[in-house]
């Protein structure tokens, strides 16, 4: 009897919304896609120009919010008019000021997600080019090293070196102040593997602003040597239209040079002729 009156006792004290059932199940809430944030068209975009940031979360979400970090740490909002619509932040004329670092999250009927990976939206053109060399030249055979050399009488403390073209590579070197007072920064590479041509360019900026960058310096093109003269210096004798072309050059220059010697041979015999003439008129007067 004092059994049964336990278990009675345990079953009516059980707290409100905890069941015994052996069926029980605990139900979590599901955590929405994280949304997925890129400006076009790129991330590094000149001083003046035109640029828009883009969020994109699931289907169900309603309004969008993108968030600059920093000490003015500014919120954007957008309500979408469409189900599963990506939210649209322009950016018509760029300063300095929109330099920065970016996030961006969404709400929905489900709830708010979590905010999106970060985006660094980087303005060039806000402070005069550096100038790019390479050392010990920009003409390199396989094999050898070089190292490039980014030079600015301004004082940035950081220096970006960017290759163009398919692989955007870049690197980042501190700066160190030359002995003539300029700013520089060494980026040594090397060995230099036979290849295509590869073009540079290099930045500098302040660390306290990492996404206010200089002007890009002109171009620097590196060189491989011993591939465009291998190829350009001696024709394929094999093949046919290369040989077919040389030949008819060689008919052509035979011929001018056997004209050159007729032409040569007429004028001699003329010149002959008139002296010969001129000393048979003396002659003929002492007659």
């Known amino acids: 009897m004092i059994t049964i009156l336990t278990v009675l006792f345990c079953i009516g004290n059980t707290p409100p919304g905890l069941s015994l059932s052996p069926s029980t199940t605990i139900v979590q809430k599901e955590a929405l896609p994280l949304p997925i944030l890129w400006a076009e068209p790129g991330s590094i975009i000149s001083w003046g120009k035109s640029v828009t940031i883009l969020c994109q979360g699931n289907i169900q979400a309603q309004e969008y919010y993108l968030n ?4 003015t740490s500014r919120l954007y909002s957008q309500t979408v008019m469409e189900p599963g619509s990506k939210a649209m932040f322009p950016i018509l004329f760029i300063t300095e000021l929109y330099a920065g670092r970016y996030r961006c999250y969404y709400e929905s009927p489900a709830g708010s997600s979590e905010h999106s990976d970060m985006l660094e939206l980087v303005v060039t053109d806000v402070y005069s080019k550096p100038s790019l060399s390479a050392l010990p030249s920009s003409v390199v055979t396989p094999g050898e090293n070089v190292t490039f050399q980014c030079v600015s009488w301004l004082g940035f403390e950081t220096f970006i070196l960017t290759e163009e073209g398919e692989n955007k590579l870049s690197w980042m070197g501190d700066s160190q102040r030359h002995p003539n007072g300029h700013m520089q920064a060494l980026f040594p590479m090397g060995p230099v593997s036979p290849g295509h041509r590869r073009k540079f360019r290099c930045y500098g ?18 060189i491989i040597s011993g591939m465009v003269e291998t190829t350009s210096s001696s024709p394929n004798m094999s093949d046919p239209k290369t040989g077919s072309h040389l030949q008819d050059h060689t008919v052509e220059n035979l011929t001018r040079i056997t004209l050159g010697g007729l032409v040569l041979l ?3 015999i003329l010149l002959f002729d008139a002296q010969h003439s001129q000393r048979k008129t003396p002659d003929a007067a002492r007659r």
């Open 266 to 268: 007429v004028l001699g």
């Open 205 to 222: 900026y302040d660390n306290s602003n990492a996404q206010v960058w200089s002007a890009p310096s002109e171009p620097l093109e590196l």
């Open 68 to 71: 600059k970090e920093g000490r």
